[in-house]
């Protein structure tokens, strides 16, 4: 288990210090759901949050896209506050984000084409980001034509293809049945090591958070709240076959019990 920053000579690629949100109730009293929580990520780093429901990861998520304003503290991405969204930031949600109108090749080619890229190029970045997600072939198919596994292929080719800086996940493979789930999360790790971005993964999942991440964040409620920072030890590239290792399962079970223990410490 390690302290709440881990020591490390590069500067952070996101500084998130002393960050508090709240909201008011229906009696119009402010409920806290994010209390003083400060956090470094770092360039490449692939960070998994993991925690109860209502203790603040997706809010969390949202103030680091920009699309929910801190009441105290502030966020810096590469040195420069955050003041809303930005092309530096991208999110994939746990629903599906794909646009029903347009056809797989669309939906992927959107920001290149509202960035006005030119055609010729949107055609070789589409074509490689189908191939990267495993969708060539399917360029001409309508989001009703796809199984939930190759939608969610396609949010993710569309939120990548643009080249953020960071990736925002907010549970995107929540929906999904195991197979199809073990699926994505092997090749969306194949994704990661070929573009190395900086992501922030949110999941209820603790063998997720484990099988994908760096370092697992574990937050709990009442309010929201860092409780530890775990890093993780195994090598990449990682297969599913790490599930099974003995080592994969002690942890998995320490970080279950540590949330058990976290969740009725703080109700």
Not at 32 to 61: M, P, Q, R, W, Y
Not at 157 to 176: C, Q
Not at 222 to 247: C, M, N, Q, W, Y
Request: charged content about 30%; aromatic content about 8%.
């Amino acid at each position: 288990m390690d302290s709440l920053t881990r020591g490390r000579d590069d500067p952070a690629k996101i500084q998130i210090e002393h960050l508090s949100f709240s909201y008011p109730d229906k009696q119009e009293r402010r409920v806290n759901v994010i209390d003083d929580l400060s956090l470094s990520l770092f360039d490449h780093e692939f960070l998994a949050i993991v925690g109860a429901s209502g203790c603040g990861k997706t809010t969390l998520l949202n103030i680091i896209a920009g699309l929910l304003p801190p009441r105290v503290g502030k966020l810096f991405l590469d040195g420069q506050e955050i003041k809303g969204p930005g092309l530096d930031r991208t999110m994939v949600f746990q629903d599906d984000a794909v646009f029903p109108w347009y056809t797989v090749h669309g939906n992927v080619e959107y920001g290149l084409r509202i960035s006005k890229t030119k055609k010729e190029e949107r055609e070789r970045q589409v074509a490689h980001y189908l191939d990267l997600v495993g969708l060539s072939g399917c360029d001409a198919l309508f989001p009703r034509q796809l199984s939930g596994g190759m939608r969610k292929r396609v949010d993710v080719a569309r939120a990548i293809i643009t080249k953020p800086e960071v990736l925002l996940m907010d549970e995107p493979f929540a929906s999904l049945d195991v197979m199809t789930k073990e699926k994505l999360q092997e090749q969306f790790l194949k994704i990661w090591n070929e573009t190395r971005m900086t992501v922030v993964f949110v999941t209820h999942d603790l063998e997720e958070a484990l099988f994908m991440a760096d370092r697992v964040v574990v937050m709990v409620s009442h309010p929201g709240r860092i409780s530890r920072i775990v890093s993780v030890p195994f090598d990449r590239p990682r297969t599913k076959d790490l599930k099974t290792f003995a080592e994969f399962q002690a942890m998995r079970r320490d970080l279950g019990h540590v949330l058990d223990a976290d969740q009725e410490h703080s109700t």
